[in-house]
C-alpha cells in the first residue's frame, strides 16, 4: 500500500522541541517533493514547510524560519521536521505530503498525491 505515516507529534512546554518524521510505504522520496503542513483547532490548514526531492531546496513559512528545520534522509525514506523554540500557537495536528516530480529542484507543488493522517502536536505554556 503506499501511504506516508508522520509520527514525532505529542505533548511539549513552550520552548522546547520535537522532531517530526514522515515515512514513505510503498514508494521512495528520491522522485518526490515532500511538504509538512498543520491545522490548528477552528483554523484553516496552511503550509509549514516544503524539501524538493534533491534535498537542496527548501521553503519555511514566515511564522517558523529560524525555528524549524526540514531535512530529508532518502537512505531511510524519511523526511524530518524538526521544531525548536516551539510556541503555543504552534499547536496544530500536523500533516506530511508527498508529490511526485521530474525536477529535483522543485518545491512546494500545488498539488500533492500522498497524504498522511497527521500527528498531533501540544505546545503548553
Known amino acids: 500500500e503506499v501511504q506516508v505515516v508522520e509520527s514525532g507529534g505529542g505533548l511539549v512546554l513552550a520552548g522546547g522541541s520535537l522532531r517530526l518524521s514522515c515515512a514513505a510505504s510503498?514508494?521512495?522520496?528520491?522522485?518526490?517533493?515532500v511538504g509538512w503542513f498543520r491545522q490548528a483547532p477552528g483554523k484553516e490548514r496552511e503550509g509549514v514547510s516544503c524539501?524538493?526531492?534533491?534535498?537542496?531546496?527548501?521553503y519555511y513559512t514566515d511564522s517558523v524560519k529560524g525555528r524549524f528545520t526540514i531535512s530529508s534522509d532518502n537512505a531511510k525514506n524519511t523526511v524530518y521536521l524538526q521544531m525548536n523554540s516551539l510556541k503555543p500557537v504552534d499547536t496544530a495536528v500536523y500533516y506530511c505530503a508527498a508529490e511526485s516530480t521530474q525536477d529535483p529542484s522543485s518545491v512546494c507543488p500545488d498539488w500533492y498525491d500522498y497524504w498522511g493522517r497527521g500527528t498531533r502536536v501540544t505546545v503548553s505554556s
Open positions: 510503498g514508494f521512495t522520496f528520491d522522485d518526490y517533493a
Open positions: 524539501i524538493s526531492s534533491s534535498g537542496k531546496s527548501t
